[in-house]
């Protein structure tokens, strides 16, 4: 089904609204999306239930995905139809910090929860590309905002791939950094796993926290039922005695798991799930680290988006 379905033919489409705070502007995007008969249509919604549901979203981790766009979108339990609108803004408005100039506010039925990942899956692909961005923003009225959208065709029947719900890179080591640089990088920011790259930004390996944990234990050790017996062995001391000279690529383990864009969400959730990888670094044509997937990521943006 096309997505075009699930708007409205002016309410939906909105360019140039002055900026405002982050919940101005969604005020004035639901004001307009929900009129003209939606209250009578939805008699059990309410702007401000709605307004309630879109913040509460937002308070749990912003819906701003990069590039100045963002999604937001609430669950609804007495919407009959799955309802979206888009909105450019003459200057960006913060969402969490994170500056935003598209947004695409989404409305679904809580009966079908998977619907607003998929719309949202199909404009991410359409308004990663540059040059429909620039498109989008000069906009100068709502039919031409909704003509450029319906010459792309876009469909919710496709499958959900890495692209639509991978996490841009953040935190990541070169394979010639002191492995102390690593460790307090996970420290700080309380990662389980960090990505080794070099200057290409291609993944060789990652670390874990297993692996610092393990370092110069004796091999010995993974056949121990208890370590009672050796319970005043300090299991960190070669760690501190090779800290100094030790570099990223001599800890990293190799077998991290890299995966294309177009990776199914089933595979991910067999390579998560099945396989126990701790992170799927995604990575394009040209081998280049684009995004992360781990199980948090599937959790807050799938099952509980």
Known sequence: MNIMNYTRREESWLPGLVSGSRDTVLETMLETLCNNGFYTVNSELSHESIMEALIAREERQTTAMGDGIAFPHARLEHLKKALFAVATLKEPVLFEGNPVQIICLILVPTSDPSLSLKIMAQFSRLLGKADLRRQVLDAENGAELRSIFKTHDPRIDKPLLARDIMRPPKFSVMNTDPVSTCSHLMSVNRLMAVPVVDEKRRVLGEITVGRLFRYGLPDFFSQLKSVSFIAEFD?????????SSILAGDMMEPGARIVPMDYTIMEIVFDLAI??????????????????????LVLDNVINH
């Open 275 to 296: 396989q126990s990888a701790s992170k799927l670094y995604v990575t394009d044509e040209e081998g280049r680290w684009v995004g992360t997937i781990d199980k948090g």
């Open 235 to 243: 299991p960190f001391e070669k760690y501190f005695e090779d800290e």
